[in-house]
């Protein structure tokens, strides 16, 4: 879920066994919105996503009783209309 500017938080336990890199984030993982279209403008098609890649902001590590974490900070600054055949 985004804030309202926009932004993603991601949380990463640093002592994870399968390496996570920001690389392996910004270049794979994409925003995508599933609400129908036409709720948010009926001007728009009734099938279709908007997807976005993500465009790393900043990382701030949190420590927890689990251990410590790497909040990620993502936007997703530019979204493409995908219809759906």
Do not use: D, K, Y
Not at 52 to 59: D, E, P, Q
């Amino acid at each position: 879920m985004t804030n309202n500017m926009g932004m993603l938080n991601i949380r990463v336990m640093l002592n994870q066994l399968l390496p996570i890199t920001l690389s392996n984030i910004t270049s794979s993982c994409r925003l995508v919105v599933l609400t129908p279209l036409l709720t948010c403008n009926a001007t728009l098609p009734s099938s279709g996503n908007l997807e976005a890649r993500l465009r790393f902001v900043n990382s701030t590590v949190i420590s927890t009783a689990s251990g410590l974490i790497n909040s990620l900070n993502f936007l997703a600054p530019n979204f493409t209309l995908r219809v759906q055949a």
